[in-house]
Structures are given as C-alpha cells and as structure tokens.
C-alpha cells in the first residue's frame, strides 16, 4: 500500500534522479522567429561520446552516415542510426613517421561533387581528397593543396565547397603542435584561401586573426567565417565578387559581449537552405538568421565544435567535446 510518507519519499528520489541527470543540451529562446527552426522543447541527445576532441562532422546521405573527425586520435568515426558509432578512417591527419603530439588528426571534412572525402588535415598541414570511395575508406590521400607561394600552411582547419568545385578554408594554428610560436611556422598570418579545380591557389583575407569555421549562404553569393580569437570573437560575412574573391568584409555577429560571460570562441559554421546559420560558441549553438540576428542558441555546458545536417535538413548533429549530440529540427 502506498502511504503518504513513501509518496514523499518517491518525490524525493525523483527531484534527486533529475538533478543528478540534468539534460545535455536545452533551446534558448531569443526572438519569436526561432519557433519556425527548432521547437523550444526539443531533446537534445548523446548519440556518441568517449572521445578525444570530436571536430568537423559531416553527413554522407548515400549511407545515412555521419563521419566526424577526432584530432586528437588521428581518427575518423562513423555513425549510423542502425549500428551506432565505429572508427572509420585512420590514420586520418597526420601521416608521417615522426611521432608528435596535439592536434595532429583530420578537422573539417565536406563532400566534393564526386562523392569524394575532402579534408582539413592539421597534422600534415595540408587540404586532401581521400582517394578511395567514402563506402570503402582507406588512409590514401592526394593532397589538393599544401603551400601558399611555396610556404607550407599552417593547419588547415575548416572547409566550405562550392558549387563549382572551388574549395575555400581557412588556415589558423591550432594544428601546429606548439601553436602559434612553432618554429615549422612558415607563414606569418593566418589567411582564408581558395584553391580551384586547376589547382590555382589564392589568399582571400589575410585579416582575420583566427579563422576557423566557413560557410556559404544559399546561392553562394556570401561568405561567412568565424574568427575564433577571445580579443575579437566575431562572425564575419563578405559578399563575393564575379571572379569568387572575397569583399566588403563586415562583422555579422559580434561576440564580445557574450564572449564576456561564456568563455568559448566562435567555432565551426553549418547554413540550412533557408539561410538559418547554426553556429557554435559561447554557450553552445547559437542560431541566427541571414541578417545576423540571434533567435536562439542550443545552450550545453559542453564546448560545441560544429555541427551538421541531414540531407532534408530535418537533424542536427553538434560535435561537443568528447561527445557527438542529436537534436531535430523544424
């Protein structure tokens, strides 16, 4: 029989169980437009975790597969539905001899027209396309690019395709083993670069002080790139001009303020077909329209890397520390 003092006692392990178990993530609102991307409620789950520093996820559609980089292990994983998490591709960034340290794997990872894996590899400094197919992976490169007028990059990190084969990314030195002081440093800025399908390599901005996740808006005619510096934590936007080079550079968001309270940069940049840009930092996963308006964020204590869609847009994934999260999407 269930008494008044057990009903008392069964409340209290209930209250005790959800503090104990707070939820991973919840939806922040900020501005009424946010009800058209994600619901306020909606659960926010660990799909993969045990990780090193999960980084660069991207859907591969043919497969229902989401592949996601860990830099620290020098591995690509997998992740289906069905099976769950598995590795997938090492070694995966670094593929030299010389033992080293740090953030030596693959980062951001995209899909080129072909169905080819194209990635940001930090250890070998290098923009690269696997060259067997995504169904059958295996640690064989070709290397797209690796020098600016002959001078090695310092560790490509993210990458954005477009349409016409062109691939833009950006160049900070969080894959240098001793940061921005390593002696292998060769170039003395860090630049947002294109490399074309003739291989033709050209420097866009050499202006920002850390660029890191890239993106283009719907039709390709606007770029947006986050700069992942403490002093100047930013997202900034430029338009594109005839022959694909960047101008009229301005701040999209400024994140100084939030910077201010939650300490994390901006970092990876995923933009839905709708021109709604997810785009993790302070806080977790901020959410902004094309006007660079906050409608909400995916707040987690967890450091948010980057993020990635299905093909129907209809999913999120959110690489977060030693995690890979899910959460659905309007």
Known sequence: ??????????????????????????????????????????????????????????????????????????????????????????????????KRGEELGSNGLALNARGQLVLCQHGDRRVAVMTPPVANPKPLYTTLVDKYNGKKFNSPNDLAIRSNGDIYFTDPPYGLEKGPQDPARELSYHGVYRVSANGAVTLLTDTLTRPN?????????????????????????????????????RIFFDGMAIFQKENRSPDGIKINHKGIVFAPGPGGVWIFNKEGTALGRIKTSLITSNCAFTGDYRTLFITADDRVLKVSLK
């Not at 830099?71 to 590795?87: D, F, P």
């Open 1 to 98: 029989m269930t008494t008044f003092f057990s009903l008392i006692i069964l409340a209290s392990v209930s209250i005790s169980l959800a503090q104990e178990h707070p939820p991973v993530a919840v939806v922040e609102k900020m501005h009424p437009d946010l009800d058209a991307v994600i619901d306020v409620h909606a659960q926010v789950t660990v799909i993969a975790d045990g990780f090193g520093w999960v980084e660069g996820p991207v859907w591969v559609e043919k497969q229902k597969m989401l592949l996601f980089s860990d830099v620290m292990q020098n591995r690509i994983y997998q992740w289906t539905a069905e099976k769950g998490a598995s590795a997938y591709l090492e070694p995966s960034g670094y593929t030299q001899s010389v």
């Open 213 to 249: 996740g890239i993106a283009f808006f719907p039709g390709e005619q606007k770029l947006l790139v986050a700069n992942s510096d403490p002093e100047k934590p930013h997202w900034y936007i430029y338009d594109l001009d005839a022959k694909g080079d960047l101008t009229n550079g």
